[in-house]
């Protein structure tokens, strides 16, 4: 089992910056590859951003991409979402998911789930 908890969420205003955290706990996570998607007020859980198991290959939803980067520290067991240049259509409850196989863009395939982080930006 893996456990993952979210942190780094808040209020911010429209242009801000935020940086989200992943952290997990129960097993290593370096095997897996990890997946941060967001589900705004009243709409379905959306993907933002994966990296693969290896760092060697990301993944951004087009709304976010230039302006969001995921990275991870197999070290920490810990894997990262920078957010920069963010606008009101960013608020969300952002969640950290973990994913031993299949489609990095679809949350049915992501084995392990945070319990989320709220993001608000104002404009």
């Known amino acids: 089992q893996v456990q993952l908890v979210e942190s780094g969420g808040g209020l911010v205003q429209a242009g801000d910056s935020l940086r989200l955290s992943c952290a997990a706990s129960?097993?290593?996570?370096?095997?897996?590859?990890m997946g941060w998607f967001r589900q705004p007020p009243g709409k379905e859980r959306e993907f933002v951003a994966a990296?693969?198991?290896?760092?060697?290959?990301?993944y951004y939803a087009d709304s976010v991409k230039d302006r969001f980067t995921i990275s991870r520290d197999n070290a920490k067991n810990t894997v990262y979402l920078q957010m920069s240049s963010l606008k009101p259509e960013d608020t969300a409850v952002y969640y950290c998911?973990?994913?031993?196989?299949?489609?990095?863009?679809?949350?049915?395939?992501?084995?392990?789930w945070g319990q989320g982080t709220q993001v608000t930006v104002s404009s």
């Open positions: 998911a973990a994913r031993s196989a299949g489609s990095y863009y679809t949350p049915k395939d992501y084995n392990y």
């Open positions: 129960g097993r290593t996570i370096s095997s897996y590859a």
């Open positions: 990296i693969s198991w290896s760092v060697t290959r990301t």
